[in-house]
């Protein structure tokens, strides 16, 4: 069974010793379940905490908010695939809105970075999502289209190997969230361009973030284009990240 993914983007929030006190409380009330692993994407300095802190919990993967495509040199304040290894990160998030749009990153600099993930074993949480303008001028499908361009060259093989998050961009940290329909939508087109690319379905989960809480994931969660969410703002208080984990799917 393709496991859902509940995955926390802790973005510039929650330092190591904060880390090791969220991780344990988290811990307190988390109960496996068999259809679903939680991710946490801390920043780099609580990597290795919570890597540590969940060692041996099989359904918990770590890790790590951005990456260089280096292997290493003089790049001052960046973080290498295999650095971010070292620490305990299996996964790595690539592509999120912020880094386009605060940082500038480009689709070339987002492919480039899903190469090194792949080359050194983690694997890429690839974002993508359109602004409000872009959706109000229909464009989403289009925009979302060209920024999976970045894994048009790999393998049938490699493409197994990345998870994809539909975050619009008008839904990150605002409040407003796409329906479970408009998702769908999006998901299902996300879906046929890598079916079209050689890839079973099922294969890739896709995961919906935007706003996700506690008092509207249950009805993301439980539309079936959806394999899981990637949260924000709602995944830095440990009792309700684990509530949110917890969630029921109809
Ligand atoms: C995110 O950072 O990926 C995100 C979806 O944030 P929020 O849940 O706060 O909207």
Same mark, same amino acid.
Do not use: Y
């Given at each position: 069974m393709t496991h859902m993914i509940f995955a926390a983007n802790w973005k510039m929030h929650v330092g190591a010793d904060s880390a090791r006190a969220f991780v344990e409380q988290f811990l307190s009330k988390h109960r496996p379940l068999e259809d679903r692993d939680v991710w946490f994407f801390p920043s780099a300095v609580?990597?290795?905490?919570?890597?540590? @802190?969940?060692?041996?919990?099989?359904?918990?993967?770590?890790?790590?908010?951005?990456?260089h495509?280096?292997?290493?040199?003089?790049?001052?304040?960046?973080? @290498?695939v295999s650095m971010a290894a070292e620490s305990g990160a299996r996964a790595a998030l690539v592509g999120? @809105?912020?880094r386009r749009h605060v940082f500038g990153e480009t689709d070339e600099?987002?492919?480039?970075?899903?190469?090194a993930l792949l080359e050194g074993g983690l694997i890429p949480m690839l974002c993508v999502?359109?602004?409000i303008d872009q959706r109000e001028g229909g464009e989403t499908l289009s925009v979302v289209e060209r920024q999976l361009g970045v894994l048009g060259s790999l393998h049938t093989e490699e493409l197994r190997h990345v998870v994809i998050a539909y975050e619009p961009v008008w839904a990150i940290g605002t409040g407003s969230t796409a329906t479970p329909a408009d998702a769908a939508e999006v998901h299902a087109h996300i879906r046929g361009w890598l079916t079209d690319r050689g890839l079973e379905r099922g294969v890739c989960r896709i995961l919906y973030g935007g706003s996700v809480k506690l008092n509207n994931i249950r009805t993301l969660v439980s539309e079936p284009e959806i394999d899981?969410? =990637?949260v924000g703002?709602?995944? =830095?208080?440990?009792? @309700?990240?684990a509530a949110m984990t917890q969630t029921p799917i109809d």
């Open positions: 609580a990597l290795e905490a919570v890597a540590r @802190s969940t060692d041996g919990r099989r359904e918990i993967t770590v890790g790590v908010q951005n990456v495509w280096e292997p290493k040199g003089a790049f001052t304040g960046e973080l @290498s999120h @809105s912020e600099e987002t492919g480039r970075k899903v190469k999502g359109e602004t899981g969410v =990637l703002g709602a995944s =830095l208080d440990p009792l @309700s990240w």
